[in-house]
């Protein structure tokens, strides 16, 4: 079993729609952080989280420590928005190592 | 503030050949990450320096792949020979601390394509 699960794999949405990405993971943890990959490879970081609930723009990352869950959601989808979003995490006493889900691959239809 | 730098952007070799990969991280970032990601998967952690020691390695290769940050600024990833699960995209990434912890800033990737 993955240290870091990410549901779901795939998800496609119509524009405006409210979207949910969850992220489970089982190894005590110091952050959590959201990524977003672009077709072409280059990941830019969302969000990076040890508490509660983080918002930028459309976007809202939220974890709870107790249940080992994070959730990011995107409100009002865009077609821009399409993208990988993929959920890591650094293990408490690594060395920064970042422990990584497999990505869910989102696609907003206009 | 430049970002992270990556060259080639694509590369394709026949298996058995030999392959080198550059990155320059973000000016004063005292770590700097190697990434292995395979299509449908999340990135796998090869190597990892803080300046130009190494800190794991644990999950390189290390009959095949080399790494080296010499001057504790720019890196070079180094495949020889190539084999065809060697197809991925190899990703740098670099962050400001001495430690672990904080942000990583990731550069585009080189994707790798072996035949």
């Known amino acids: 079993k993955n240290e870091v699960e990410q549901s779901p794999q795939n998800l496609t949405a119509q524009e405006g729609e409210f979207i949910t990405i969850n992220c489970s993971y089982s190894v005590g943890i110091s952050a959590l952080h959201w990524l977003q990959q672009h077709p072409g490879g280059g990941i830019v970081s969302l969000f990076m989280l040890s508490s509660g609930k983080k918002k930028h723009g459309r976007l809202i990352a939220t974890i709870n420590i107790q249940e080992k869950h994070s959730s990011l959601h995107i409100t009002a989808s865009h077609p821009r928005d399409s993208a990988v979003y993929i959920c890591a995490v650094r293990s408490r006493g690594s060395q920064g190592n970042l422990i990584f889900g497999k990505g869910t691959k989102l696609s907003v239809k206009p | 503030e430049a970002g992270v730098a990556q060259s080639p952007r694509y590369k394709i070799i026949e298996k058995r050949q030999s392959v080198a990969f550059w990155c320059n991280p973000i000016?004063?970032?005292?770590?700097l990450y190697w990434y292995q990601q395979i299509l449908g998967q999340g990135p796998k952690l090869l190597i990892q320096?803080?300046?130009?020691?190494?800190?794991?390695d644990s999950q390189l290769p290390k009959d095949r792949f080399s790494a080296e940050r010499l001057k504790g600024v720019d890196s070079t990833l180094k495949i020889q020979p190539a084999k065809l699960e060697d197809s991925a995209v190899y990703l740098c990434?670099?962050?400001?601390?001495?430690?672990?912890?904080?942000?990583?800033?990731f550069g585009p990737g080189t994707r790798l394509t072996v035949t």
């Open positions: 000016s004063g970032h005292a770590t």
């Open positions: 320096f803080q300046n130009n020691g190494v800190v794991d």
């Open positions: 990434a670099s962050s400001l601390g001495v430690g672990g912890g904080g942000e990583q800033y």
